[in-house]
């Protein structure tokens, strides 16, 4: 069983910057890919961006050159840094072990003047 607590959202102004981190629990974090979505009001989850087990990283087209996802094995932690953000990026912020049912409660970002 893994439990993934998100942390780091908050109130930012547009260009500002968080970092959200994504906690889990169990010993098999590790092989596990690990992702980030978002869900807007009124609008499904999405992707923002994944990290394989060896580090390999992929990003939606919105968030490219603005987000940077890492994960810490020795913690079992992954992060997402959020850069140069905008209005649009308001939303509550999902980590999601990849392939498998867990799912952390979100975390929320919002983003205004």
């Known amino acids: 069983q893994v439990q993934l607590v998100e942390s780091g959202g908050g109130l930012v102004q547009p260009g500002g910057s968080l970092r959200l981190s994504c906690a889990a629990s169990?010993?098999?974090?590790?092989?596990?890919?690990m992702t980030w979505y978002l869900q807007a009001p009124g609008k499904q989850r999405e992707l923002v961006a994944g990290i394989s087990s060896g580090g390999s990283t992929n990003y939606a087209d919105s968030v490219k050159g603005r987000f940077t996802i890492s994960r810490d094995n020795a913690k079992n932690t992954v992060y997402l840094q959020m850069d140069n953000l905008k209005p649009e990026d308001t939303a509550v912020y999902y980590c999601?072990?990849?392939?498998?049912?867990?799912w952390g409660q979100g975390t929320q970002v919002t983003v205004s003047s």
């Open positions: 999601h072990a990849l392939g498998s049912p867990h």
């Open positions: 169990g010993s098999i974090f590790r092989i596990y890919a």
